[in-house]
């Protein structure tokens, strides 16, 4: 494990950099390109129903699993959660890889019930740029026509808030995905599937977020070196088959990096403090 150099102080609370360290789990379910594609893409066959009912059992389960600090984003059949490691702790990294191990069991648990194939789910860790969410001036007018509405009494304060409620701006982004390296990488190597040695319906841990990617915790296979040779993009995967919680994830016997630590493995930069804030100035 790199130490921290003298001339690396730690990181004060609060402190905000323009790049910032994440972890995102990426997971798809297995199969069901290829039973729509059976349907013809048209969902008024017969044979669509079950892959409909599908996706939303399993929008259903992500549903359930999402909160404040897992927050997610579905697509169709895919599904990426996502959040900012702390610089300064390991706590927030193990309450991720939780979470997601939880959320992988029941999406499986379900597939199983229903005869299906599974979900494959990838967590990977990545440097990202800071964003903020997109406005735009529709959006700006929606909000607007609501407050004019309500003050001048044709409308009651509960219709505006339902109405507020149901409003979609005509262009939004998850700015936590936006130019994330971990969301690619994840996104990469699931994709990527046996050919790449990441088989079947299996959870699989970027390395970089072990102090010693040969360590016991979590439990599984060892030395699952994926590469993408376009991109550029390699790493180590463990297949992890049990994943037990940690009492004190800041202890002694946590095997996780801190979010500067996974940015000092990345970036092969021990001082890769120095660098984010001089980035900062």
């Known amino acids: ?13 609060g402190t905000r950099f323009p790049f910032q360290v994440s972890i995102v789990a990426w997971g798809d379910l297995l199969g069901y390109g290829g039973k729509i594609a059976e349907a013809a893409f048209n969902p008024m066959d017969e044979r669509a129903k079950s892959s409909i009912s599908r996706m939303r059992e399993f929008h259903r389960i992500v549903a359930e699993h999402s909160s404040r600090h897992f927050p997610s984003l579905v697509i169709n059949d895919g599904v990426a959660a996502f959040r900012d490691l702390s610089l300064r702790s390991r706590s927030n990294g193990h309450e991720f890889l939780e979470k997601s191990w939880e959320l992988f069991n029941a999406i499986n648990a379900l597939e199983a019930r229903r005869g299906d194939p599974g979900i494959r789910m990838v967590v990977a860790c990545g440097f990202r740029m800071r964003g903020r969410r997109a406005k735009t001036e529709s959006d700006h007018s929606k909000v607007n026509s609501i407050l004019h509405r309500f003050r001048e009494g044709q409308m009651s304060a509960e219709q505006a808030i339902r109405e507020a409620s149901t409003a979609r701006p005509s262009f939004d982004v998850v ?33 970089a977020l072990l102090l010693d990617p040969t360590c016991a915790w979590p439990s599984g296979e ?60």
């Not at 994330?180 to 079947?200: D, R, W």
């Not at 991109?231 to 180590?236: A, F, Y």
């Not at 919680?245 to 800041?250: G, I, L």
């Open 175 to 207: 700015p936590q995905l936006q130019a994330n390296f971990a969301f690619t990488k994840a996104y990469v190597a699931e994709s990527s599937g046996s050919g790449g040695g990441l088989p079947g319906s299996n959870f699989y841990l970027d390395t």
């Open 222 to 281: 060892n030395g699952i070196m994926w590469r993408h040779n376009t991109l550029g993009l390699d790493t180590e995967f463990r297949r992890v088959t049990n994943l037990p919680k940690v009492k004190n994830p800041e202890g002694a016997a946590s095997e996780m990096r801190t979010g500067l630590e996974v940015a000092q493995f990345l970036a092969g930069d021990i001082d890769v403090l120095e660098a984010l804030r001089s980035s900062s100035k």
């Open 1 to 13: 494990m790199p130490k921290t150099p003298k001339n690396n102080p730690p990181v004060s609370q």
